[in-house]
């Protein structure tokens, strides 16, 4: 059955809420929607947040109040949901829902930013090493396993605007890339650099300088399907036109 599924790190459900999210939500045509960097419990949204019609809407929400949090809307209740990866260090932060279905396992993630200093850099690439594990597991599974979410990474040179002037920042560091080879070279294909070669494509601008209007942009949001479901790919793409927030969602469309 094809399914599409789009990822979106809105920055602030609540904000995204009067920038028309609903109206997006059931005009998108998709089958789930990964929500990242909600801000907010599930008590502090609205009604038609938290309970849209024709849709079951599942939520993670950090202990510090206002920050990170990930949702995920979808049409057909899935088997099993879990929040978080089983390690209260990161799942405090309500940065992960993992959703079973019959025939494949969806992660909607809001990866760790390495902004502020060495030490969250330390954590993010302890993030990352504890969601790779749990990735495995679930890859020994015969499932099918789709990963998608704010990376905060963007992988290669081709990922980004000016990848010189930022060998040196978060989000472009070695350590930071070397994982994502890591992931890739575990059993996982990037579904974007599947079908789109060239650069130029982007789904995040920095709001301070008005760099969507230029496009000077990050690709840092990311589709990755386990590479042996590979044949299950469809199409892969972003939203670009589609406002509200610092990114614009991105979305996959696969027979599952």
């Given at each position: 059955m094809l399914t599409k599924l789009i990822s979106w790190n809105v920055n602030g459900l609540r904000a995204v809420e009067k920038k028309g999210f609903l109206d997006f939500?059931?005009?998108?045509?998709?089958?789930?929607?990964?929500?990242?960097?909600?801000?907010?419990?599930?008590?502090?949204?609205?009604?038609?947040?938290?309970?849209?019609?024709?849709?079951?809407?599942?939520?993670?929400?950090a202990e510090r109040k206002g920050y990170s949090?990930?949702?995920?809307?979808?049409?057909?209740?899935?088997l099993n949901v879990w929040q978080g990866l089983g390690d209260v260090e990161f799942d405090r932060e309500g940065r992960t829902l993992i959703l079973e279905y019959p025939t494949f396992f969806f992660l909607n993630i809001y990866y760790p930013n390495g902004g502020q200093g060495p030490e969250r850099i330390?954590?993010?690439?302890?993030?990352?090493?504890c969601f790779l594990k749990k990735s495995?597991?679930?890859?020994?599974?015969?499932?099918?396993?789709?990963?998608?979410?704010?990376?905060?990474?963007?992988?290669?040179?081709?990922?980004?605007?000016?990848?010189?002037?930022?060998?040196?920042?978060?989000?472009?560091?070695?350590?930071?890339r070397v994982w994502l080879d890591k992931?890739?070279?575990?059993?996982y294909t990037d579904t974007f650099r599947h079908f789109v070669k060239d650069g130029g494509h982007y789904t995040w601008w920095d709001y301070k300088t008005g760099a969507r209007k230029r496009n000077v942009g990050w690709r840092i949001d990311y589709f990755f399907i386990d590479t042996p479901s590979i044949s299950k790919l469809k199409s892969a793409g972003m939203l670009s036109d589609v406002m509200g927030s610092d990114h614009c969602p991105i979305e996959l469309v696969a027979d599952l």
């Open positions: 939500l059931n005009t998108c045509g998709a089958d789930i929607v990964a929500i990242q960097e909600t801000k907010a419990e599930p008590e502090q949204l609205s009604e038609a947040l938290r309970t849209p019609k024709g849709w079951h809407a599942y939520f993670a929400s949090g990930v949702a995920v809307y979808t049409k057909q209740k899935p330390d954590f993010k690439l302890r993030f990352y090493d495995k597991a679930l890859f020994k599974t015969g499932k099918t396993v789709i990963v998608c979410g704010d990376v905060n990474t963007a992988h290669e040179p081709i990922d980004l605007a000016r990848p010189k002037e930022n060998e040196t920042h978060t989000g472009f560091l070695p350590e930071e992931f890739i070279e575990g059993g």
